[in-house]
């Protein structure tokens, strides 16, 4: 069975950090780019990052300038995301999914003081 496990989240003050993870079960984790979106209430789907199959490079929305960093660990089937600097406008729920074919749940990141 397939499965993208997402952990990590929760509720932050502004300026504050997370990092979040997910964690990859039943199929080959590295042949698969990995991918971070986000959906905020009430909206679409925002991409936020990706990274390539060997973590030799990453992308990223120009809205998270510098504040978030993608890496993966192979041996542990798991994609990061380090999160900082981080706002209001931040709070999501936070999904990775593996070249758009298998999709996690999302966890939830909330920013206010």
């Known amino acids: 069975e397939v499965q993208l496990v997402e952990s990590g989240g929760g509720l932050v003050q502004p300026g504050g950090s997370l990092r979040l993870s997910c964690a990859a079960s039943?199929?080959?984790?590295?042949?698969?780019?990995m991918t971070w979106v986000r959906q905020a209430p009430g909206q679409g789907l925002d991409w936020v990052s990706g990274?390539?199959?060997?973590?030799?490079?990453?992308y990223y929305a120009e809205s998270m300038n510098g504040r978030f960093t993608i890496s993966r660990d192979n041996a542990k089937n798991t994609v990061y995301l380090q999160m900082s600097g981080l706002k209001p406008e931040d709070t999501a729920v936070y999904l990775c999914n593996a070249r758009g074919v298998y999709w996690g749940q999302g966890t939830q990141v909330t920013v206010s003081s």
């Open positions: 990274i390539s199959w060997n973590g030799d490079s990453t």
């Open positions: 039943g199929f080959t984790f590295d042949d698969y780019a």
